[in-house]
């Protein structure tokens, strides 16, 4: 029982604050580079590192109703924590384990040479942390949640609203924190990018949230497990369903509620706490289209802002750097909306429950990508290196006039041929590695054409494009904005030539054959723009981060508190589950839509998902509006009395007492508790 009171909570609550915001770090921080391990440590393509995140992000959401269902039947939910939370340390432990490249790389190149150990273990250990991230979020809001006494509703609803404090701000300092650690080099035979370290900074987490947990032990208020409360829901519902159909007939009289066919062989206390998931359940269902779009966030708008320019003057802000915003705004959002919103709402007499949310997004995914080829088409490019301007005629095309030191990029299908070209007009046939998307993280994809009957060196500070043979192309090296200056070199000669760049761009530099060195060579290089710079300022992003963590607020933080105070007393664990389901299947919707309906036009999905959402929200509203608020408590208690009245009558009845001790031996944690903190108040 809660004996110490600090300002009116519970001591044992700060314990459990502590926990989730270790636990979040652990999460969000692992999630941030997991996307990167797969793609340069497990050398995954895009699409396979993309559908492996969203599986794992959607399993999460899934494995709640696992660990809500051994929480509240079976196990109870501190024990619950305690035993997922360890199955969770070593799936960190496992990813920050399987990222160290020195274990299999035998010769010491750099690179892992058993790349199935690396793979199996990864997986092995995300397994185990999607079953216990998820299989303890439910028990931990609820497992806070019981720590309040029946008349502490007010503390209550502060301590969901800390909580989620605790989430955002453990997950805001992780995603800062561990793509930090991931840039650093280490190892012990080469030093590669450090995706041990970036995992094993979480795995301590998780373990510091263990410890932390295990220390507030002997202050938590622990509510028993009822028996195998979900097995008895199921057959309870299987019964009420048969008995109904088998009632059909329009002779037998009609029941209140269809659940009230299982009067036959099942107490009035069970239906009754059936009623109030169902009624719940059945609110949930319009909301996974919240995090349809919620969830978009690290997808399509982190890939929005790739195509953005991240300047801010002093910061340049890199694309998956945005998401911070999130967390930024909750830990902005979630006091004003308390302190000053909420309160003005109320004393402005509006019953606002606030769960309920609208909000349009905003779309102003910008066009730099160039037109590319299709797969039966090739790009050319038409570079001419005299000092005269020429006529070129093409296949199928009008004859052109190519000035001199100018290209002239051309589609054509793949087997047209091209004869007669003069000996000054290049024909550069882009390669099939040329770049069709922007270049990470706002760098600037650089490649060099040599037009010069001798080989030249070419490099930067930053990047080194080697030699390059006559009338052949460099690969691509990524360039940071700002000016950079080239240093083209052919045996003991060389020459400079600087230019500026601006985020997300791609080049193609032509070096001509009329290159002298020893001189300046800014006009022997021409600069081609395969890929436009960003234009379109990140900030604008904001507007709609603004408005969806506005909505989170508003909806997210409520629906926690919500789903715990209508849920009934054996089942809070299990409808915190049904609102973490919600989440997965919301990020279903993404993936269907994203992956299999593949709506070309990225403005047609966003209007599609906004005006999804406005429907849903009409509909929600007016579900929200015929919603009546219940107190569980209360309803239990009036059947607890009434099956203490009908025991006092049945006593002589043979058999009958001993059910009914059962069914007072569950619920009698709960009055002593609440006996116990009402005699504190
Ligand atoms: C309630 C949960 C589905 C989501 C919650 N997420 C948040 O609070 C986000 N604002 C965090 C951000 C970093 C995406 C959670 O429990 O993680």
């Given at each position: 029982l809660n004996e110490k009171l600090v300002c009116g909570y519970p001591l044992s609550i700060f314990f459990i604050v502590v926990n989730e915001f270790c636990e979040r770090f652990s999460y969000y921080g692992m999630r941030a580079v997991l996307v990167l391990y797969f793609k340069y440590f497990l050398r995954w393509d895009d699409d396979l590192a993309t559908s492996i995140y969203h599986t794992f992000v959607a399993l999460c959401y899934l494995t709640p109703i696992l660990g809500a269902i051994v929480a509240d039947s079976w196990l109870g939910k501190f024990k619950t924590i305690i035993y997922l939370s360890i199955v969770y340390a070593v799936g960190q432990v496992a990813m920050a384990v399987s990222a160290i490249h020195d274990i299999t790389d035998s010769d010491r190149d750099g690179t892992p040479d058993s790349m199935t150990f690396h793979i199996v273990l990864s997986m092995v250990?995300?397994?185990?942390?999607?079953?216990?991230?998820?299989?303890?979020?439910?028990?931990?809001?609820?497992?806070?949640?019981?720590?309040?006494?029946?008349?502490?509703?007010?503390?209550?609803?502060?301590?969901?609203?800390?909580?989620?404090?605790?989430?955002?701000?453990?997950?805001?300092?992780?995603?800062?924190?561990?793509?930090?650690?991931?840039?650093?080099?280490?190892?012990?035979?080469?030093?590669?990018?450090?995706?041990?370290?970036?995992?094993?900074?979480?795995?301590?987490?998780?373990?510091?949230?263990?410890?932390?947990?295990?220390?507030?032990?002997?202050?938590?208020?622990?509510?028993?497990?009822?028996?195998?409360?979900?097995?008895?829901?199921?057959?309870?519902?299987?019964?009420?369903?048969?008995?109904?159909?088998?009632?059909?007939?329009?002779?037998?009289?009609?029941r209140q509620h269809w659940m009230d066919w299982a009067e036959e062989k099942y107490d009035k206390l069970l239906i009754a706490q059936i009623k109030m998931v169902l009624k719940v359940l059945f609110l949930y269902i319009p909301l996974p289209m919240f995090w349809t779009l919620f969830d978009q966030k690290g997808s399509r708008w982190t890939l929005q802002a790739t195509t953005m320019d991240g300047n801010f003057g002093a910061l340049?802000?890199?694309?998956?750097?945005?998401?911070?915003?999130?967390?930024?705004?909750?830990?902005?959002?979630?006091?004003?909306?308390?302190?000053?919103?909420?309160?003005?709402?109320?004393?402005?007499?509006?019953?606002?429950?606030?769960?309920?949310?609208?909000?349009?997004?905003?779309?102003?995914?910008?066009?730099?990508?160039?037109?590319?080829?299709?797969?039966?088409?090739?790009?050319?490019?038409?570079?001419?290196?005299?000092?005269?301007?020429?006529?070129?005629?093409?296949?199928?095309?009008?004859?052109?006039?190519?000035?001199?030191?100018?290209?002239?990029?051309?589609?054509?299908?793949?087997?047209?041929?091209?004869?007669?070209?003069?000996?000054?007009?290049?024909?550069?046939?882009?390669?099939?590695?040329?770049?069709?998307?922007?270049?990470?993280?706002?760098?600037?994809?650089?490649?060099?054409?040599?037009?010069?009957?001798?080989?030249?060196?070419?490099?930067t500070a930053a990047a080194d494009f080697g030699l390059i043979e006559p009338f052949y192309y460099s690969n691509y090296s990524q360039i940071k904005n700002g000016k950079a200056t080239f240093t083209l070199r052919s045996g003991s000669q060389s020459c400079e030539y600087s230019t500026n760049f601006g985020f997300g761009s791609s080049y193609t530099f032509f070096i001509h054959s009329t290159l002298v060195f020893g001189s300046n060579c800014q006009d022997s290089v021409t600069a081609v723009e395969d890929i436009k710079p960003n234009s379109v300022h990140m900030a604008l992003q904001i507007p709609q981060y603004f408005f969806i963590t506005a909505g989170e607020v508003m909806f997210s933080v409520t629906g926690l508190e919500f789903s715990y105070s209508q849920a009934p007393s054996n089942m809070k664990a299990v409808l915190q589950a049904g609102w973490l389901f919600t989440v997965a299947i919301g990020n279903f919707i993404v993936l269907i839509v994203a992956e299999l309906a593949k709506i070309p036009k990225q403005w047609a999905e966003y209007v599609l998902f906004a005006s999804l959402l406005v429907a849903v929200c009409v509909i929600f509203s007016i579900m929200a509006y015929f919603y009546t608020y219940i107190d569980p408590t209360e309803i239990e208690a009036q059947f607890k009395k009434k099956i203490n009245e009908d025991d006092e009558d049945d006593k002589s009845k043979p058999g009958k007492a001993e059910v009914e001790m059962v069914k007072r031996d569950s619920i009698k944690c709960h009055d002593e508790y609440d006996k116990a903190t009402q005699t504190k108040m």
């Open positions: 250990g995300l397994f185990l942390i999607a079953l216990g991230t998820g299989g303890i979020k439910p028990c931990v809001a609820a497992f806070g949640g019981d720590q309040f006494g029946e008349h502490q509703d007010r503390q209550r609803r502060t301590f969901f609203s800390v909580f989620y404090l605790c989430i955002n701000g453990g997950s805001l300092l992780s995603t800062i924190i561990t793509p930090v650690l991931r840039a650093q080099e280490c190892g012990i035979y080469s030093k590669q990018k450090c995706y041990s370290l970036a995992f094993g900074v979480p795995a301590a987490l998780m373990v510091v949230a263990l410890v932390v947990f295990i220390i507030g032990s002997g202050m938590y208020y622990k509510a028993e497990p009822q028996g195998n409360i979900m097995l008895d829901v199921c057959k309870c519902i299987g019964f009420a369903i048969k008995n109904r159909y088998r009632h059909r007939s329009k002779q037998y009289p009609k340049v802000i890199q694309p998956d750097q945005m998401q911070t915003v999130n967390p930024i705004l909750i830990l902005t959002l979630v006091p004003i909306m308390d302190s000053l919103i909420y309160p003005l709402i109320k004393k402005c007499g509006l019953n606002f429950t606030s769960n309920f949310y609208f909000s349009f997004i905003l779309s102003n995914f910008q066009k730099t990508l160039p037109t590319f080829p299709s797969t039966s088409q090739s790009q050319l490019k038409l570079l001419n290196m005299g000092s005269n301007s020429v006529t070129v005629k093409l296949p199928g095309n009008d004859a052109l006039i190519l000035p001199a030191a100018q290209v002239y990029p051309f589609i054509n299908n793949c087997n047209t041929k091209f004869t007669n070209l003069l000996p000054e007009v290049i024909l550069f046939k882009s390669a099939t590695n040329d770049l069709t998307s922007k270049p990470q993280e706002g760098n600037n994809a650089i490649r060099f054409v040599n037009g010069m009957k001798t080989a030249v060196n070419v490099s």
